[in-house]
């Protein structure tokens, strides 16, 4: 039989559920709501976000959601157009470059 | 001669809406459309990291014309309803994903998702206190 990579992409796939499940919907609140009616400003986005701790945990967010939902779009795909091919490749390549350029631009910007 | 004859495989038709039929099939599709939502805010996150890293100039614009757009808060707003619904189905989901024995006994299963439940609203907390 041949082996199987499934059990690689796994793990980040549940690590991504949980911390998105845990993390996210606060995160949009901030984002959507709390920039929306005014309790942040733009100072405030700035402070928060040149602090190294935000910053990592935003990598940490970004990383792991991409995983997550590149396991799960891969099978929605699936399932819904019976794709195959590059499916793989397109998923997994997105949530490993969007990680890759999120580290850069944490550490660089 | 004889022409071959090798049977074509038959492959049973499966149109893309087999799951619109059936409130279970539904509800399953609906919670893994959520990573739609999941991996499009992250990568809004991203680019909310790539604006702050060009500089104040840039941040300045992205912050009045994007992050402060009806339309951009609404998508956002969307899609923290279906990330909820992936945060629920995930804490339901955990006793499945995890199970915790104690000595001999599986411990309650009610236990595991209401522990998640708990972990779920301080960390919530924690990021809205901190962030405001």
Redesign the interface.
Known sequence: MARSNEPLWWVPF?A???I?????????????????LG??D?SG??R???NPLV?VY?VV??SL??F??????R??LI????ARGALSLICYGTAIV?TL??IL??V?? | MATETRPRPYVRPMPATWWLHNRYLFLFMVRELTAVFVGGYALFLLLLLYRFAQGPERFHAFFENTLQSPWVIGLQVVALLFVLYHTVTTCNAAPVLMTVWRGEEKVDPRLIIGANYAVWLILSLLIILVAI
Do not use: Y
């Open positions: 549940m991504g559920a949980g998105s499940a845990f993390l996210m919907p606060a995160t949009i609140f901030v984002t959507a709501i709390a920039v929306g309790w942040i733009e986005l700035r928060l976000l040149s910053r935003l967010l970004i959601s991409l997550h939902a590149a396991h799960r779009l099978f929605v399932d819904l157009l019976t969007g350029a999120a631009i944490a660089m910007g």
